[in-house]
C-alpha cells in the first residue's frame, strides 16, 4: 500500500493518465451502481483467509507446495521487510487525511475501503483489528516471513512543518512498537522519522534506543528529498545508531505532481549512500520512469534502470539493497521480474517484502499472466490459488519462492528470504 499525494499541488503537475482515469471512473461507476461491498471486496480480495477457520486445512497437494517452498531455509530467520501498518484513529493515534474517508473524494474513498478489506478489516473495526489479522495470518503454522511493521510519518514542508493537509496517512512510531512488543517474537518493527523535523535526530535516537534499527520513507508521498543536503545530520546518526533506511523508489502511482516523483529517483539515494547509510531500495524501484541525473542531456529512462546502474557501482556492495515486494504485480513485473531472477549475483543483495495488505488485492496479482509468460506452471497457479484462499500473506512467499525465470528456469536463491546482517531479524 502506497499512499497518493494531493492531487491539486500547483506545482509540477502533470495529466492523469488517461487509462488510469477511465479505470478510475469505472471503479467508481461500477461502485455506486453495483454495490460497494461485493465490488470491493471482489477487487479488494478479503479472501476467505481459511488459515483463520479452525479445522480448516490446506489440501495435500497445496501442503506439498508450501513444503517445498520453505525446504533448505531457516524459518527463524525469515523476514517480511515491508508490511503496513494502518488506522482511522479509532482506538489508536492512526490518523487517515479526512479526504480518504470522504464521499466526495470517491477514488480516495474507494482506494481506503480497498485496503481496508485486502486486510480482512470491517468499516466499524476499531483499529487494532488490523494488526490482529495480520498477527493472526502471520502467527498460523506454517508461518510466512516476520513481518517488519512500518510506522509512517507525515509530510513536512521543506522549512520542517507538518503539512497536514497534504499527508496521506500517519501511523506513530510507538504504535508501531507497541505492537512488536505485545506479540514477541511475531513482528519487527520500523519507525518513519520525517529528516526535515526539528526533533529528526533526537527522535532517531529515542526509537533506535527502543530497538529500531530501520526507518522507512516514501520520499514522493512524504515529501522528502534523499539528495538534500538538510538530510545529512540525519543520515550522520543513522551511521552512528546502525539504523538503515529503507526507502520507496520509482513511481508511487497514487502522487501527481512530477517534483515529487523525482524524489523517488533511485540516484538520488547515493546522497546517503556515500555517507554511509545502509540502504533499502523498496520495490527495486520496479515502475515508472526518472530522469538519468548522470546524463547531462536528462533523458527520462526507467527507474529500475537506475536502480540496477545503483546495484552495479561497487562502492555500494554491502550497503545498498533492494526489496521486491510488488516486483509480481501485474504493472510491474514486466522487463523487472525476469531480470531480477536470474541475476543470481544480486540475490545476497535483495531482500523480501509483500507490503501488506496488497498480497490481499485480488486485482493486483495475475497468476494466470505470470502462468501464461512462463513464470509459472499451471499446477503451481491452481495450487497457489488455493494457498491464497488460504492466506494471502503466505501465497505471497510461495508465490515468489515458486517463480522461475521463463528463459532460464532460475528462481530467487534462498538467501533472498533471509535476514541480512546490518540489517532487522539478523
Ligand atoms: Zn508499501
Not at 267 to 286: M, T
Not at 292 to 305: G, I, K, M, Q
Not at 363 to 380: H, I, N
Amino acid at each position: 500500500m502506497e499512499p497518493r499525494g494531493e492531487t491539486d499541488r500547483k506545482q509540477g503537475r502533470r495529466g492523469r493518465r488517461t487509462g488510469c482515469a477511465a479505470g478510475t471512473l469505472f471503479l467508481v461507476i461500477a461502485g455506486l451502481f453495483l454495490g460497494r461491498g461485493t465490488l470491493i471486496d471482489y477487487l479488494g480480495g478479503h479472501s476467505a483467509l481459511r488459515a483463520l477457520d479452525e479445522g480448516e486445512t490446506l489440501s495435500p497437494r497445496a501442503r506439498a507446495l508450501v513444503e517445498r517452498c520453505f525446504a533448505g531455509l531457516d524459518p527463524t530467520r525469515l523476514v517480511d521487510y515491508h508490511a503496513h501498518l494502518a488506522g482511522i484513529g479509532r482506538g489508536s493515534d492512526c490518523w487517515v487525511n479526512p479526504r480518504m474517508q470522504s464521499l466526495w473524494h470517491p477514488r480516495d474513498h474507494l482506494r481506503l475501503a480497498i485496503y481496508r478489506s485486502a486486510a480482512g478489516v470491517r468499516p466499524d473495526d476499531p483499529d487494532d483489528a488490523y494488526a490482529d489479522l495480520l498477527a493472526a495470518l502471520a502467527s498460523r503454522e506454517p508461518r510466512p516471513p516476520r513481518p517488519l511493521l512500518l510506522a509512517f510519518d507525515y509530510r513536512y514542508d521543506p522549512s520542517g512543518k507538518r503539512d497536514l493537509e497534504h499527508s496521506e496517512f500517519y501511523v506513530p512510531n510507538d504504535y508501531a512498537l507497541a505492537l512488536r512488543d505485545a506479540h514477541p517474537g511475531l513482528f519487527l518493527a520500523a519507525a518513519s522519522i520525517h529528516p526535515y523535523r526539528d526533533d529528526a535526530v533526537r527522535e532517531l535516537e529515542r526509537v533506535a534506543a527502543r530497538g529500531v534499527s530501520l526507518i522507512k520513507w516514501l520520499p514522493a508521498a512524504q515529501g522528502i528529498d534523499p539528495a538534500d543536503p538538510r538530510c545529512d545530520p540525519f543520515y550522520a546518526a543513522c551511521v552512528r545508531l546502525h539504523v538503515a533506511l529503507l526507502v520507496h523508489v520509482g513511481e508511487e502511482q497514487a502522487v501527481e505532481a512530477e517534483a515529487d516523483q523525482e524524489l523517488g529517483n533511485p540516484l538520488r539515494l547515493r546522497r546517503p549512500l556515500e555517507q554511509g547509510v545502509v540502504v533499502i531500495a523498496a520495490h527495486c524501484a520496479s515502475l515508472g520512469e526518472n530522469l538519468d541525473l548522470d546524463d547531462p542531456a536528462r533523458p527520462r529512462v526507467r527507474a529500475f534502470e537506475l536502480f540496477m546502474r545503483l546495484m552495479g557501482e561497487k562502492r555500494f556492495e554491502g550497503r545498498l539493497f533492494g526489496e521486491i515486494s510488488t516486483v509480481t504485480q501485474r504493472n510491474r513485473y514486466g522487463g523487472v521480474l525476469a531480470t531480477l531472477l536470474e541475476r543470481r549475483d544480486l540475490h545476497p543483495r535483495l531482500v523480501n517484502g509483500s507490503d501488506w495488505p496488497l498480497p490481499g488485492v485480488n486485482v493486483l496479482t495475475s497468476t494466470r499472466a505470470l502462468c501464461a509468460e512462463g513464470f509459472l506452471t499451471p499446477s503451481e497457479r491452481e495450487t497457489l490459488g488455493e494457498i491464497y484462499q488460504w492466506s494471502p500473506l503466505l501465497f505471497d512467499f510461495c508465490l515468489k519462492r515458486v517463480l522461475r525465470s521463463p528463459r532460464t528456469g532460475q528462481g530467487f536463491a534462498g538467501v533472498l528470504f533471509e535476514a541480512k546482517e546490518g540489517l532487522p531479524g539478523y
